[in-house]
């Protein structure tokens, strides 16, 4: 079964370094998302991504975040500086399309900020 | 304040014993559901969903209900399994050209053997 996979599973990173999560979407979606999870808390959408542009962000998706598909499988999530509250589970979610299509998780990157 | 970190309602049940798992959504306009299971340290794993225009729909176990009138949504499991002890988190789609899933707060489902 297909499923959606992210790399690393674990970033240690120090405050106001760069860091890059990178997940690798269900090969015939379209749309691709970013969600977090801080400890304990719920799951947050950040940005949804479809045509090679962002089709709609949160308001926690700041200037410091920015995603990408370098090619044509994998789809990334970069922050540019981050922040001690930056620290959380980032997971990467696709679906076929169109507005009621069940959105699949991969197994998420634990993102911890020093 | 900002929220320094949930705390779960729980579910406990006896392994064999039917489960049922409610959520009250935030938006009467909403169009679409989801059930999610999630285990420790693991991403969100689509459990079934049900579009608004249903009040009702069925897989493998699991039975999704949804009452517009009160913005509630159950998720029943039936025969629970230790392994389905997980947290459980139902996610709503807002209706018009938003994508994006705004989740609910989670039940911890424990499951005795």
């Known amino acids: 079964e297909p499923e959606v996979t992210q790399t690393p599973s674990h970033q240690v990173t120090q405050m106001g370094q760069e860091v890059i999560l990178r997940c690798v979407p269900i090969?015939?979606?379209?749309?691709f998302y970013w969600y977090r999870q801080i400890l304990g808390q719920k799951v947050e959408f950040l940005v949804s991504f479809y045509n090679n542009e962002i089709s709609e962000k949160s308001e926690i998706f700041d200037d410091q975040f920015s995603v990408e598909r370098p090619d044509g499988s994998n789809f990334t999530l970069k922050i540019r500086s981050t922040k001690l509250e930056d620290s959380a589970m980032y997971f990467c979610?696709?679906?076929?399309?169109?507005?009621?299509?069940?959105?699949?998780f991969g197994p998420g990157t634990r993102l911890t900020v020093l | 304040g900002e929220s320094v970190g949930l705390h779960l309602p729980t579910l406990s049940v006896q392994e064999g014993d039917n489960s049922i798992i409610n959520c009250a959504y935030s938006n009467s306009a909403s169009d679409y559901f989801i059930w999610y299971k999630q285990e420790s340290g693991k991403g969100p794993q689509f459990i079934i969903d049900i579009r608004s225009n249903m009040d009702k729909r069925q897989g493998q176990r699991v039975t999704v209900l949804l009452n517009k009138t009160v913005k509630h949504l159950s998720l029943q499991i039936a025969a629970t399994q230790p392994g389905d002890s997980a947290v459980y988190f139902c996610a709503e789609k807002f209706g018009g050209a938003t994508n994006k899933l705004i989740f609910g707060t989670g039940t911890l489902l424990a499951v005795q053997p």
């Open positions: 979610a696709s679906s076929t399309g169109t507005s009621a299509d069940t959105q699949y």
């Open positions: 090969s015939n979606h379209l749309y």
